[in-house]
């Protein structure tokens, strides 16, 4: 159970455990030798036969090692420590590795990498960056290549001509780029169906994520998450978690129809009452319907059209009541496209929202209009309970815009969130995970909580004979940024390398700005072109060199002594060998230089945060047994020290008269420090804890979402699956309008008008006849009507077109309702904590209401799918749909859309709900293209 505190005894023995393993490569070595190329590439083909037969990976391990090993030393001229042995056992056995910088991490994630990926699953490293997610298999290529192992490289994209960031390690390809000359442009689905995947951690989650938007499995590109290696596991784990993975965009932009249907709901006339009526009181407001347009009960906060009110709304649109409501019981229902029903959806929805935003909400009473972000007049929310003015806040799912368009303001586009996963839920999907960086144990503990993942500490291949000087501490910062200085000049003199370490930009920049003013050039790492970056610390441990970093972290490159050693060329020039001599023998004095002065010197300008922060920077020096050493400069203005007791200690210092140039170095002063560092460090770790704790509600719905889409799409059986959910919406429906003993308080005629919007009922099932029926057998009726029905609509249109009907209704209603649930719970999670306030647990209100949401969610899928299944049809471009005659009536405006296109192919400029088509919007025909790419050119 203490394993995650990183005790030295349980390291010590963890170690002790891997040692058999190492030396049993180490025997096989000899044999290994003896292997010509040929005979080394076939154990893999060996391998993945013994694997087949049932042998383990594990049994595997010591031969599999032995064989990256050996390849390395051929190709690449590196040969694996045991102490990168041991790493890359820890690595396979799913823990993390802490390894100090400069002990070749690259080099040891070969050895699990290989041996994994002989399952033929896929596995994954993942990067923090891109330029390492190009270097790393670029740089590790030939390894994989003499083994007969295919290895890509995924990044972002790094100009609008880089469409598709994917390359695959090629050697005999030649890409005319002489960096990357062996990368050979492959599509993404390829990158994934390689061994060994190289990547940035963000590609690989957004292409989680947009596997689970497609509406074709075809066009999913990753495979089951197998094994991944997270490359600064800290870094990547615990300082990007905060950041959640979204895919978001602007939500339709629907102003036009916003202001179309606010024009029409203006003009109407509406009955505003305090509640819902009795049963009693049905037939005094039955008698009034026919004086107004739209009823609305302010209890409720619900609004309901009246026959009047629907007729007005439709005139607005040119069309029929019953082709927008749903016809009634004696008129034959017309089948609508999926984007029929979509723009016919649309316009009720708006339509329910303007209704309420004219009944319910008061101008300088629910808000004030007033300038908002940009300047532009809007509307503002006014808190119910305060009364003040809230900024930034909007009301949800259109309501805002309706609002909007009722005060004849502009009516604002949202962004929409599509897509969204935590870190922290992305990687936990892994079968396997393992991690690797320099400094994980001060992190353990929430390694093993979040993630369930032990830190073993390896040792260091040589002795660690870096100095780590106390720390100096100032009274004020002017004084330690003078101390610096000052230091580095002298540095400088002596021809000693220093690499500065600031926690911000602006110290940065300042500091150098000192520095050149004396006089002192000095290369400033802060931006994030990592390919100079790379060039920069690797000439950082040149003779004198002054180097400032605002972060070391994920750097990927070791500073060596005497700077980058110069590459042997490849040919065999005699004029190119002599000045590689030459410069190789130039790098050798430089290099012996600098471990005369003692090596590396790094200074810190402040303590960070985070202890392993501190010990990134110190972990530059030291590498591979070079001599080195580092200090910190702190003052009592530092973040840090201010925070947790500076105060105090500088009231010491001024009662004993200690002036601001004289430093101290004080165990006591540094105690407090390291235990300041420890209680921020744990408060991060509750934030992030807080956060996982919170997406671990919405992460179980995206888990059943997408476990739906999967099956929908995998040709799953929605037939039985859609009639259930007729059968239990019609049951619902009865017994709505039949609550209550026989004949009393039911309301037969309004679920024969709610009937129409299903489906149109045979002549012998009318109000009439249902009244003398008992709700059980009315029920019976309607299922039966409704399963003949569907009978009949995929016989007319042929199982293999209602089989895609099925889906494409399925898919496009699932993801509706799955981005307006995302956008709803965001929302509640904004407001969530007030609960405190009434001594409750928001996180238990979160995961009660979101279970409850959830539930709505999936009965407002129910819902929306039996009610548009029997009015939903295929049509090609210009074909009539089945169950339409060919001589129809005019085309309403949202069938125009639909067909547009047909015909004699004159393309018109459309125009719907008074909206013009965009030429950037979808296309209204269906095609799936743009307007401008399709009926628009």
Not at 198 to 214: H, I, K, Q, T
Not at 274 to 286: G, V
Not at 624 to 634: K, L, V
Request: proline share 4%; with cysteine.
């Amino acid at each position: 159970m203490f394993k995650w505190l990183g005790g030295g005894d349980s390291n010590e023995k963890e170690l002790k455990r891997l040692q058999p393993i190492v030396d049993s490569i180490s025997q096989l070595e000899p044999d290994f030798k003896k292997l010509s190329d040929d005979g080394l590439r076939t154990k893999t083909d060996e391998f993945k036969a013994r694997i087949q037969e049932g042998t383990s990976l594990d049994k595997l391990l010591p031969e599999a090692y032995a064989t990256v090993r050996e390849a390395a030393r051929r190709t690449i001229g590196q040969r694996h420590f045991d102490a990168q042995l041991m790493g890359g056992i820890v690595l396979h056995q799913g823990k993390i590795a802490e390894m100090k910088t400069g002990e070749g991490k690259t080099l040891v994630a070969t050895l699990p990498l290989y041996l994994n990926s002989l399952t033929g699953k896929g596995v994954h490293l993942v990067t923090v960056n891109d330029y390492l997610a190009r270097r790393d298999p670029y740089w590790m290529g030939p390894v994989y290549n003499a083994l007969g192992v295919s290895v890509a490289s995924i990044y972002p994209m790094q100009s609008p001509d880089e469409h598709t960031p994917t390359r695959l390690y090629d050697p005999e390809h030649d890409s005319g780029d002489s960096r990357w000359k062996h990368f050979r442009d492959i599509p993404r689905q390829e990158a994934y169906q390689a061994d060994i995947t190289y990547g940035a951690s963000s590609e690989f989650g957004f292409d989680y994520l947009r596997d689970n938007m497609v509406t074709d499995l075809s066009r999913c590109v990753q495979r089951p998450l197998n094994y991944a290696i997270v490359d600064e596991v800290d870094n990547l784990l615990i300082d990007e978690a905060r950041t959640p993975l979204i895919i978001s965009g602007l939500a339709e932009d629907t102003g036009q129809l916003y202001k179309a249907v606010n024009d029409a709901v203006s003009r109407m006339k509406a009955l505003v009452k305090a509640h819902e009526p009795s049963a009693y009181e049905r037939e005094e407001e039955a008698a009034l319907e026919d004086q107004y347009d739209y009823i609305a009960y302010e209890k409720e906060h619900y609004t309901r059209p009246t026959a009047q009110g629907q007729e007005k709304l439709a005139r607005a649109f040119r069309m029929r009541a019953e082709e927008l409501f749903g016809g009634d019981s004696r008129q034959e229902t017309k089948l609508l496209t999926p984007e029929e029903a979509k723009m016919r959806n649309d316009i009720l929805s708006v339509f329910r929202n303007s209704m309420s935003a004219n009944a319910f909400y008061k101008r300088d009473r629910q808000y004030v209009v007033g300038p908002v972000e940009d300047g532009r007049p809007g509307i503002i929310i006014v808190d119910e309970f305060t009364g003040r003015q809230m900024h930034g806040r909007r009301y949800s799912e259109g309501l805002h815009q309706a609002i909007e368009a009722k005060e004849h303001l502009g009516v604002r586009r949202e962004s929409r969130t599509y897509a969204t996963i935590t870190v922290q839920n992305y990687f936990r999907m892994y079968e396997k995970l393992a991690g690797m960086t320099g400094t994980a144990l001060t992190e353990a503990e929430e390694f093993h909580k979040i993630y369930k993942l032990e830190v073993v500490v390896i040792p260091t291949n040589k002795p660690m004979i870096r100095q780590n000087l106390p720390d100096q501490i100032y009274k004020n910062e002017e004084a330690k940024f003078k101390a610096v200085v000052r230091e580095v000049e002298q540095r400088h003199k002596e021809n000693r390398p220093v690499l500065i370490g600031t926690v911000s930009i602006e110290n940065s920049e300042h500091l150098s700005d000192q520095l050149k003013r004396k006089g002192i050039t000095c290369q400033v790492l802060n931006a994030k072109e990592h390919t100079k970056e790379g060039e920069i610390i690797a000439q950082a441990g040149q003779p004198g060199a002054v180097t400032v970093a605002t972060n070391m972290a994920g750097r990927g490159v070791d500073i060596i002594l005497g700077g980058r050693r110069p590459e042997k060329p490849e040919n065999q020039d005699e004029a190119e060998l002599k000045n590689y001599e030459k410069q190789l023998d130039d790098w050798e004095k430089k290099h012996a230089l600098v471990i005369e002065k003692g090596g590396l010197y790094i200074i810190g300008t402040e303590r960070h945060e985070a202890r392993r922060i501190d010990n990134q920077l110190r972990g530059r020096s030291g590498r591979q047994g070079d001599p080195g050493s580092s200090r910190f400069y702190i003052s009592l203005e530092d973040d840090i020290v201010r925070r947790f007791g500076g105060d105090r200690i500088k009231t010491v210092l001024d009662w004993v008269g200690m002036d601001e140039d004289t430093p101290i170095e004080n165990r006591w002063v540094n105690r407090a420090i390291e235990a300041a560092q420890v209680k921020v460090e744990g408060y991060h770790f509750d934030m992030r804890k807080h956060l996982v704790e919170y997406d671990d509600v919405v992460n179980k719905h995206r888990e059943l979402i997408y476990e739906e889409r999967k099956k929908i799409l995998s040709g799953f059986d929605l037939k039985s699956n859609i009639l259930s959910m007729v059968k239990d919406e019609l049951q619902a429906l009865v017994e709505t309008h039949t609550a209550g003993s026989y004949g009393d308080g039911w309301d037969v005629k309004a679920l024969v008008g709610e009937l129409a919007t299903f489906f149109p009922l045979p002549p012998d099932l009318n109000t009439e006849s249902l009244s003398k029926m008992g709700s059980p057998e009315i029920k019976d009726q309607l299922i039966d009507h409704a399963e003949a029905l569907y009978e009949a609509k995929e016989k007319e249109l042929g199982a293999d077109k209602m089989r895609i009907l099925e889906r494409l209704l399925m898919l496009r209603i699932i993801d509706s309702h799955w981005l307006e649930h995302l956008t709803a719970m965001d929302d509640m999670r904004q407001g969530i904590g007030l609960h405190a306030v009434a001594q409750r647990d928001p996180l238990v209100a979160y995961k009660r209401e979101g279970h409850d949401m959830f539930q709505s969610l999936l009965a407002a899928i129910q819902h929306d799918m039996a009610h548009i299944i029997y009015r939903a049809s295929i049509a090609k471009r210009g074909e009539t749909p089945p169950g339409q005659a060919a001589q129809a009536p005019a085309p309403t405006p949202i069938q125009a859309q639909a067909q547009a296109g047909g015909g004699d192919g004159a393309k018109k400029h459309l125009k719907v709900a008074g909206k013009k088509v965009g030429r950037n919007d979808p296309c209204p025909c269906g095609s799936g293209k743009k307007y401008k790419h399709c009926c628009g050119r």
